[in-house]
């Protein structure tokens, strides 16, 4: 499975930007996704994950701001960021679950995927 991650890029305090994150290889409605963000200097943490019947969990940092949504006939899952924040600057990673599929607080986690993109960088300016 290869994951590529692009719409990255500059913004201010208070818009929008689509993160897009196409897979290639397996069977693409079969895996559940995750989005991953790490700012400078800091740990990667959990921004979303949607399961592959389309059901969608969020960090509470960005749950009411960003949703996540998929096209199985696209293979690509689209995270919609709005009214961003400075502190929402960092390279966003997508991620993704293949089956056997994990439970809720293990795609919470990082090691709850087995294949990653390459990362695309999202700057809030203020």
């Known amino acids: 499975v290869q994951l590529q991650a692009f719409g990255g890029g500059l913004v201010q305090a208070g818009g929008s930007l689509t993160l897009s994150c196409a897979a290639s290889?397996?069977?693409?409605?079969?895996?559940?996704m995750g989005w991953f963000r790490q700012a400078p200097g800091k740990e990667r943490e959990f921004v979303a994950h949607?399961?592959?019947?389309?059901?969608?969990y969020y960090a509470d940092s960005v749950k009411g701001r960003f949703t996540l949504s998929r096209d199985n006939a696209k293979n690509t899952v689209y995270l919609q960021m709005n009214s961003l924040k400075p502190e929402d600057t960092a390279v966003y990673y997508c991620?993704?679950?293949?089956?056997?599929?994990?439970?809720?607080?293990?795609?919470?986690?990082?090691?709850?995927?087995?294949?990653w993109g390459q990362g695309t960088l999202v700057t809030v300016s203020s």
């Open positions: 991620a993704a679950d293949t089956p056997p599929l994990k439970i809720l607080s293990e795609v919470r986690t990082a090691r709850g995927y087995e294949y």
């Open positions: 290889g397996g069977t693409f409605s079969r895996y559940s």
């Open positions: 949607i399961r592959y019947n389309g059901n969608s």
